[in-house]
């Protein structure tokens, strides 16, 4: 199993910026990527960013330009560093590990962006 921990959510401003922050415990060598999703109020759950673990990136259009998925491997850490905040980036923030025993998430973090 994969436990994962995410944490760095919070209130700012639009324009601001936040970074999260994802630890990730257990059998991390059966990670093959690394996600961040996102969830509003009322609507799915989508991804925002991916991370495989070659270290190729890829991030919803909605993000692009953004933010920026990154991590540390010392520390198991998965980051993504978010810039220029809108409003519409509201949501609950999840990590989200693929591995081939399945999928894991954390408990997610609340991120509020006021206008």
């Known amino acids: 199993q994969v436990q994962l921990v995410e944490s760095g959510g919070g209130l700012v401003q639009a324009g601001g910026a936040l970074r999260l922050s994802c630890v990730a415990s257990?059998?991390?060598?059966?990670?093959?990527?690394m996600r961040w999703y996102r969830q509003a109020p009322g609507k799915q759950r989508e991804v925002v960013a991916i991370?495989?673990?070659?270290?190729?990136?890829n991030y919803a259009d909605s993000v692009k330009g953004r933010f920026t998925v990154s991590r540390d491997n010392a520390k198991n850490t998965l980051f993504l560093q978010m810039n220029s905040l809108k409003p519409e980036d509201t949501a609950v923030y999840y990590c989200?590990?693929?591995?081939?025993?399945?999928?894991?998430w954390g408990q997610g973090t609340q991120v509020t962006v006021s206008s």
């Open positions: 991370m495989t673990n070659g270290g190729s990136t």
């Open positions: 257990g059998r991390i060598s059966s990670i093959d990527s």
């Open positions: 989200n590990a693929q591995t081939f025993l399945g999928h894991y």
